[in-house]
């Protein structure tokens, strides 16, 4: 071998490589082309890369010097919002990614086909390096259908109540039956919904976010580990493609009312087997099986509660809608600089409650204020805590009954130097 020749050699050796590709599947998926979609998605071999952002667009280009196909440009309909944002890095090099359409995005997507364009578009994933590498570009084709059998089963809306009261909040009194519970359901695809209803009894540990996720949504890896509590009925029925049901909830003997205190309804709901859905591990190296996600949701399941006692009267309800002021969802702050919490007043109000999570779900703080203040200013050490915070705020009397709430808001806190 000539000096040339060895010198070559010895270089290719020292070079890093970077001719590994990662892979996706499902590659292709129907979609419902009058709404929202969720698809359980596995990526595999990412070995030293990381996810960055997750776009949908009609036309694709490529993306030299980086590897792949990206979005066009000009024809981006939307990027994947934070808040439906719930991909995971998952066991075996594999990173799991639920891809949550909006309905913008698929009307958009629609409106294009009607125009004459094709009536395919793109999700698209982008991974960077840790090791210098070029980016990597991932995409996953949609194909628009009228939202029948042949869409993945996944769970697009669910709300929770307390029979024709249409609340999430009930107050009785010790012994005094309760109103039934029901639970209406918006989805795609069809297939078989699976799960049980629990109670989580006063003084045992809430459920934290991901624990309120359905079981398909979570990688294959950590389905089991979600907290469980007192069964109280079990479900298992087909659902037709017509996107709606309501699904009765347990016997209404079966919850407790004895002891004082507030009570936790939680509906679980676990993977059921839809081969429009399924993702094979072994295609992208990420396991031996493949992984069953009929009833895959974007979102963590809603809660019903109920407080047994301490007002002597019964069912009675908060309706109110509060309104946040700042700062708004999904806003990029500056960690060094003071961080204003706002909201609009509610009448009534004795005095506020603001509860603050972790991008998990795990509390970090609570705190309450009078009825005459409306604003928070965060403590110095929350941005030692996490990066991401869900924030909202519940008006309540003098007997602490919720008179209305906010939904959750997003923020990220910036860390600049």
Partial sequence: MNRVSLLTLLLLIALPSFAQTIAVNPKGVNVNSQGATTVFLTFGN??????????WC????????????????????????????????????????????PPSVARRAYQAAVNGEDSRFFYVRRFVSTAGGPDQYVDVTCRLTGGGARVPFSLTDVRLTFGREETQVLFAEVGKPLPPVKADLTYTGTGRLKGRWEV?????????????????TL??????LQKRY??????????????????????????????????LILLRIEASDDREGDSNLTVVNAGP???????????????????IGGIGQSASLATTSLQLLAPHNDAVLDAR????????????????????????????????????????RAPSWLKDKTETVRWRVIAKDQNGKPLGESGFRLLRLAKTK
């Fill in 46 to 55: 990412l070995r030293d890369y990381r996810p960055a952002e997750a776009t």
């Fill in 58 to 101: 009609g036309d694709l280009i490529s993306a030299a010097p980086d590897q792949g196909l990206k979005c066009n440009p000009a024809s981006i309909y939307g990027l994947l919002p934070s808040r439906y944002d719930r991909s995971r890095r998952s066991g075996n090099g594999a990173y799991t990614d639920i891809m949550s359409i």
């Fill in 200 to 216: 989580v009894l006063p003084g045992e540990e809430l459920p934290d976010e991901r624990d309120l996720l359905t079981e398909a």
């Fill in 219 to 224: 990688p294959f890896e950590e389905r089991g």
């Fill in 230 to 263: 007192t069964q109280l009925s079990r479900f298992n029925v087909f659902l037709p493609p017509t996107g709606r049901y309501t699904l009765p909830g347990p016997d209404i003997s079966r919850l407790p009312r004895k002891v004082e205190g507030t009570y």
């Fill in 289 to 307: 099986d493949t992984v069953h996600s009929g009833a895959v949701a974007g979102f963590p399941l809603p809660v019903l509660r109920y407080v």
């Fill in 337 to 376: 600089r003071p961080i204003d919490f706002s909201w609009l007043e509610v009448p009534n109000a004795t005095f506020y409650e603001l509860e603050m999570q972790d991008g998990e779900g795990k509390n970090l703080l609570f705190a309450w204020m009078r009825s005459n203040v409306r604003s928070y």
